[in-house]
């Protein structure tokens, strides 16, 4: 049996775009610099323009000279790879309901794996990243065992947030589980279904507090495990990411009556404007 209809952009495309559906922490990041990645070892140059002077300006005295502004060159490495493959034997393609569907979902469920890996190494480098912004964006491990104590949390890391003057527009806050169970006791917090702020939600938001969209992941974690969560709020601007599906091949294995692909995942981010980031330890007992 050959491989008639399989068309390698295609396929490609609809696996990125299952990727993207599922992802968390990367709807959060900023991906203007996303272009074309060919291999391990890309690097994407991101450039930063100086602030002009804001000078003083008398009728008829003043005489204007433009300055020059200046830029600084920062590097965003591709250093992730990582790649599935899987065949489905001819056998149970036939006996399958729809067996033509077998590599689609098995697909699908690649994306789902990628998405897990991505989350987790973007919410691993904000915590890390947040090491170099002032010593109020970490918020050191603090208990919290009650609603209250719950979005009060969440004010001091909006509090660190505007202190570092982080535009309003466009902030987020991502939560573990057990901590969104708190904040559903709070008044204070409103859930999804009754937002009503417009627009399309980001991936995992199930509501709003203190001007954060409030998204849901399962990653949180923090290096030493435990009861402890690591709580990540910020902006956009914070964290450039890069990803690119870059090779989606079909192919018969040799030693097998099996249809099989394999595909490769590459990506890095950086964390670009570490003021734009906030992170609060939070345990449960």
């Given at each position: 049996m050959s491989i008639t209809h399989f068309v390698p952009e295609i396929w490609s495309a609809q696996l990125l775009s299952s990727l993207k559906n599922t992802e968390v922490a990367a709807g959060l990041c900023n991906r203007e610099y996303e272009g074309e990645i060919a291999q391990k070892g890309d690097t994407v140059h991101i450039t930063s323009i100086g602030r002009p002077t804001i000078a003083e300006y008398v009728k008829d005295t003043t005489v204007i000279a433009p300055e020059t502004l200046t830029d600084a060159d920062q590097t965003l490495l591709i250093d992730q790879s990582y790649y599935f493959a899987f065949e489905v034997d001819d056998i149970d393609k036939r006996q399958a309901v729809n067996g033509g569907a077998l590599m689609t979902?098995?697909?699908?469920?690649?994306?789902?794996?990628?998405?897990?890996?991505?989350?987790?190494?973007?919410?691993?480098?904000?915590?890390?990243?947040?090491?170099?912004?002032?010593?109020?964006?970490?918020?050191?491990?603090?208990t919290v065992a009650a609603d209250k104590l719950a979005v009060n949390s969440l004010m001091a890391m909006k509090t660190a947030l505007d202190t570092t003057n982080v535009p309003k527009q466009g902030r987020w806050v991502a939560i573990p589980p057990w901590f969104e169970g708190l904040c559903l006791l709070d008044s204070r917090f409103v859930v999804i279904d009754g937002f009503s702020g417009g627009g399309a939600y980001r991936n995992g938001q199930i509501g709003r507090v203190m001007g954060f969209d409030v998204v849901l992941s399962n990653n949180l974690t923090t290096s030493d495990g435990g009861n402890d969560s690591a709580l990540i709020a910020g902006h956009s601007m914070a964290t450039s990411f890069a990803e690119q599906i870059n090779k989606v091949e079909a192919y018969r294995p040799q030693g097998s009556f099996s249809d099989a692909l394999k595909g490769l995942h590459l990506y890095g981010a950086k964390v670009v404007r570490p003021e734009a980031i906030v992170v609060s330890i939070c345990s449960q007992t």
């Open positions: 979902e098995a697909a699908q469920e690649a994306a789902y794996g990628f998405a897990d890996k991505t989350d987790l190494y973007l919410w691993a480098l904000m915590e890390a990243g947040v090491s170099q912004a002032a010593p109020d964006n970490l918020i050191e491990a603090h």
